[in-house]
Nanobody, 123 residues
């Protein structure tokens, strides 16, 4: 049984940075793909970025590449999302997710989910 625990959210001003973490237990992160999604109130859950098991394939939603960087540390069994130049429209609850399949931007393709961590960007 894989469990994901995400953390690192908080309140920041426009232009600030945050680093989200997702610690996996029950299975090595090397063996499955992982991603970050986010969901704002009243909106659908949207894909932010993904990374394959080996860590050599990364994928970003079009609007996130350049400001966001996804990475993983297999030794710590942890995935990260470094977010820079944050904007108020980045405000959402961010979820880490894991999949036994391929990295795709569809929440339904993911088998494991963290509980979410709130990111709020003030203007």
């Amino acid at each position: 049984q894989v469990q994901l625990e995400d953390s690192g959210g908080g309140l920041v001003q426009t232009g600030g940075s945050l680093r989200l973490s997702c610690v996996a237990s029950g299975r090595s992160v090397y063996t499955f793909g992982m991603a970050w999604f986010r969901q704002a109130p009243g909106k659908e859950r949207e894909f932010v970025a993904g990374i394959n098991g080996a860590g050599n394939g990364v994928y970003y939603a079009d609007s996130k590449e350049g400001r966001f960087t996804i990475s993983k540390d297999n030794a710590k069994n942890t995935m990260y999302l470094q977010m820079n130049s944050l904007k108020p429209e980045d405000t959402a609850k961010y979820y880490c997710a894991g999949t036994r399949g391929t990295i795709v931007p569809r929440p339904g393709n993911y088998d494991y989910w963290g509980q979410g961590t709130q990111v709020t960007v003030s203007s």
